[in-house]
């Protein structure tokens, strides 16, 4: 199994399918066969290599309903010598198609939908699951802000997410396999931030006992939180950091200073996914705009003093630096030394999660990895020298 160990502690290890096409299972299989069968040759040689799966509903459902078609993937999986230990459930729809953008968060968890997906999910992945091995399923911390956030919005999402809890809690009474949801904060999202987890959890989520975080590295780092002790801080509330997304954002300091940056950043704003950006000033303060197009070319009036700009754009982990752009790869060290010295208690799963590989232009690509398959591989790599270094 792709594992990393520290402190006596092992880790599950895999990278996010969501950088594949996976509208139905045929393209689904065909990402595995094309991609990650290669990424196996370079990381594992010889053993199994973890994934997160990313399941459209559409394919989630088509496994669950077809015991024969779930079987056949199963042994697809073995053949290619791939398992799965967690599963991405954010996307609904189509996570290629032309446009994206704020669609990522729709259904909500305020939509029955959304509960539907999820539980058809999860049945797969508890008959994917390796014995002796507990999964996780990550998943949107609510929905779009934007798409409303007042306390009946609330309250449905909370009982939604309540409902899936029981769900979970029959799967493992059935199966023996326990599987926990992990809520994903993101910016403009209804949970941000670790505060806003440990308030929402306290507040609406109290005694459940499948539920938990899926803490994504990049996404806090835009919203400039300290990521240890945002970290420490949940893991002493008490709710479970089922999975870590390690990843990592674009960073500009000093943007009114570098016109080569922000031409760079103009490039990027034309992709199909949403790109929220932040900016802090000398004093501490952060603003943000709901889209990198909001900010280039033409930024709001003050930005051009801010001391910093983070864009939510998940680069390969490795990289410190895009041409002119900068990164926020700091903050995913921070995360993997927190982890290596967390309490016994705090072993999540871990997850390379840089869907954006392909989008990124080709300047960049070509410099990093000759192909996708080697660039997924040397994010494995960059993963292993660290935990290495930390041991």
Request: charged fraction near 25%.
């Amino acid at each position: 199994m792709t594992q990393v160990e520290v402190g006596g502690r092992k880790f599950q290890l895999g990278y996010s399918t969501n950088v594949h096409p996976g509208r139905d299972l045929i393209e689904v299989t065909a990402g595995l066969e094309q991609h990650a069968a290669r990424v196996r040759e370079r990381v594992s040689p010889g053993d199994r290599l973890g994934i997160g799966l990313w399941l459209s509903a559409r394919t989630a459902e088509a496994l669950d309903r077809d015991a024969r078609a779930l079987a056949n993937f199963s042994r697809f999986l073995d053949r290619h010598g791939l398992y799965v230990f967690t599963l991405n459930a954010f996307p609904y729809g189509d996570f290629h198609a032309g446009r994206v953008k704020e669609e990522v968060f729709r259904p909500s968890w305020a939509d029955p939908r959304r509960v539907e997906y999820t539980s058809r999910a999860a049945r797969v992945l508890a008959a994917l699951l390796p014995d002796g091995v507990a999964g996780s399923v990550s998943t949107l911390a609510g929905g779009a802000r934007a798409d409303g956030d007042d306390r009946d919005t609330r309250t449905r999402i909370a009982a939604n997410l309540q409902a899936l809890d029981r769900e979970l809690a029959s799967i493992e009474e059935r199966t023996g396999k326990r599987i926990v949801l992990a809520l994903e904060p993101e910016p403009l999202t209804t949970i941000e931030t670790a505060g806003d987890a440990i308030s929402f959890f306290s507040e609406h989520l109290a005694g459940t006992t499948h539920l938990g975080l899926c803490y994504d590295v990049c996404h806090q780092a835009v919203l400039f939180e300290e990521v240890p002790s945002a970290l420490s801080s949940l893991a002493a509330s008490g709710i479970a950091i089922a999975k870590v997304h390690l990843s990592s954002a674009i960073e500009v300091k000093y943007p009114g200073g570098s016109l080569a940056a922000r031409r760079a950043l103009e490039i990027l704003a034309k992709d199909r996914y949403l790109h929220q950006t932040y900016a802090r000033f000398a004093d501490g303060q952060v603003e943000s705009v709901a889209d990198l197009p909001d900010a280039v070319p033409t930024p709001p009036p003050r930005w051009q003093k801010a001391d910093s700009w983070r864009t939510h754009y998940h680069v390969p982990i490795f990289a410190a630096s895009l041409g002119p752009l900068g990164t926020t790869k700091r903050s995913l060290e921070d995360a993997l030394r927190f982890l290596a010295t967390a309490p016994r208690e705090t072993s999540p799963h871990l997850e390379i999660e840089t869907y954006t590989w392909e989008a990124l232009p080709a300047e960049h690509r070509e410099r990093l990895a000759p192909d996708l398959a080697s660039g997924i591989a040397l994010e494995f790599e960059w993963v292993r020298e660290q935990f290495s270094k930390l041991a």
